[in-house]
Structure formats: C-alpha cells, structure tokens
C-alpha cells in the first residue's frame, strides 16, 4: 500500500511516502520547510506559518494529513504531510527566494 522514500534536495532530505490507492506522494511539509527556510527550528516555523494561514481561512492547510515517518531519531513518529499539489499551494505562503523557484 505504502512505499517509504527519501528524497535529497540541495544535500538535504525531504521524507515522502507513496500512497498507491489513492496514487499519490505525501511529502513531509516540516523538511520542504527546513530546505526552504533554512530555519534554526522549521517545526516552529510550520506551527506559525499554519495557524497564520488557518486564520485567512486556508482550506490547504485544512486539507493537509498527518502520517507517521522516520524521523531523525529512528522513531516513527507522526508529521504532517501533503500531496504534491497542497505542497505547491503551500509554498507560495513562503517568503524564501527558494521558494519562489518552485512556485512559478
């Protein structure tokens, strides 16, 4: 059902998972925003980011699920994931000159 993956982006890994019922990837938000950012603390900056985006009524952040992964400690452990194109919406809430090469 499920396939792990990791992805390298720019030396970095960004967790993802293959969802093959419903055919998609989720992709673990806290890593694209670590990459992003270069944030000290990335799991700070995804809890603002969100409850900003939640009070201007963002449905994506509503849509987004949490799945458990491998986390750097070796623990499974719950994060919070999005599909490829709630990934893409998200970005564009991210004031990083990276991040605007993945939005055009």
Known sequence: MKKDSIKIFEDST???VWDSDNEKWYISIVDVISVLTDSANPQVYWRVLKKRLLAEGNQTVTNCNGLK??????KMR???????????????????????????
């Open 14 to 16: 960004i967790r993802t």
């Open 69 to 74: 992964m491998l986390a750097p400690d070796g």
């Open 78 to 104: 719950m994060t919070d994931v999005a599909n490829t194109e709630q990934l893409f919406r998200l970005i564009q809430s991210i004031p990083s000159p990276k991040a605007i090469h993945l939005s055009l």
